[in-house]
Each structure stands twice: as C-alpha cells, then as structure tokens.
Nanobody, 122 residues
Framework: QVQLVESGGGSVQPGKSLRLSCVTS????????IGWFRQAPGKERERVSC???????HYPESLKDRFTISRDNVKSTLYLQMNSLKPEDPAIYYC????????????????WGQGTQVTVSS
C-alpha cells in the first residue's frame, strides 16, 4: 500500500533553511504527481509545491523564489528545500499523492504522510 513518511522538520531562525524529505513506497514516484502541503494552527491546509510525473515543478507565486521541490527516483524520496524561512512559514508540512491527483488541478490527494513540524523562531 502507499506509504509516505516525512522528516527533516525542526526549529530554525528566520532567514535559515531546511530541507524536508518524504520517503515513499507502494507506487513509483515518477509516475504520479505528488505535492507538499502545509497547515498552520487555525488555518486551512495549503499546497506549497507540487511536482508532476513528467518532472514539472509547480509553486504558488508567493513561494516560488524560496521553495524548491525535487525527487530522487532511485531513493523514492521527495524533497522540499525551503530557504529564507519567514515567521509565516511555521506549520506541519505533509507530502501527499494518489493516482488521480494532478498538480494542474486544485484537488486534495487521498494519501498523506504523518507530517513534520517546522518552527521559525528567533
């Protein structure tokens, strides 16, 4: 079955960087679209990046200069490089996917990891 396991979160100072990882299993990483999402307390879950099966990366305009999504198909691992972290970035970050999930659509995938906490504090 599909499993997603995130790691790499932590507490950093504003302006610093973090790289999140999502180890995947149960499907072939480069055959499905897969995204990174985040949810802060009291806020709706939002998508912060997405990579299509063909390797095209998608970002909201507000994050495209600071976040980079990538994948290692051999390791079946998805990454999110987050630079210049800001006080508005703290949240639980999740990777998520399913066979019918597409980056070009505003849909919610069926499979989610447990999330990894990111805190930004001076």
């Amino acid at each position: 079955q599909v499993q997603l396991v995130e790691s790499g979160g932590g507490s950093v100072q504003p302006g610093k960087s973090l790289r999140l990882s999502c180890v995947t299993s149960g499907f072939t990483l480069d055959m499905w679209d897969i995204g990174w999402f985040r949810q802060a307390p009291g806020k709706e879950r939002e998508r912060v990046s997405c990579i299509s099966a063909d390797g095209t990366a998608h970002y909201p305009e507000s994050l495209k200069d600071r976040f980079t999504i990538s994948r290692d198909n051999v390791k079946s691992t998805l990454y999110l490089q987050m630079n210049s972290l800001k006080p508005e970035d703290p949240a639980i970050y999740y990777c998520a996917t399913d066979i019918n999930f597409y980056c070009r659509e505003n849909s919610r995938p069926d499979y989610w990891g447990q999330g990894t906490q990111v805190t930004v504090s001076s």
